[in-house]
């Protein structure tokens, strides 16, 4: 079984910045994909970043693309995503999920583990 859990989240004003981290237990982190979606209220959850087991690939959405950056530190279990230039529709609760496969994915439902969530606050 593997646990994430996420940190880092808060109010931030627009145009500021937050650095969210996943730590996850399992010995086989370095084998997973790690991605993070995120849930506005009234809203679908989305995906925001992924990146493979391999540490190579990133990926994207297009709404983050230049202000968001996903990194992982395999010797730690821990991934990141780097949040610069938020706007006010960045608020969300932001989850880490992790996919066993180690490909990178932007479907939800590739992802078998998932945290609990971090809330996200931008203000205008």
């Known amino acids: 079984q593997v646990q994430l859990v996420e940190s880092g989240g808060g109010l931030v004003q627009a145009g500021g910045s937050l650095r969210l981290s996943c730590a996850t237990s399992g010995r086989a982190f370095s084998t997973y994909a790690m991605g993070w979606f995120r849930q506005a209220p009234g809203k679908e959850r989305e995906f925001v970043a992924a990146?493979?087991?391999?540490?190579?690939?990133?990926y994207y959405a297009d709404s983050v693309k230049g202000r968001f950056t996903i990194s992982r530190d395999n010797a730690k279990n821990t991934v990141y995503l780097q949040m610069n230039s938020l706007k006010p529709e960045d608020t969300a609760i932001y989850y880490c999920?992790?996919?066993?496969?180690?490909?990178?994915?932007?479907?939800?439902?590739?992802?078998?583990?998932w945290g609990q969530g971090t809330q996200v606050t931008v203000s205008s």
């Open positions: 999920a992790a996919d066993p496969r180690g490909l990178g994915s932007r479907i939800l439902n590739e992802y078998d583990y």
């Open positions: 990146i493979n087991w391999r540490n190579i690939n990133t």
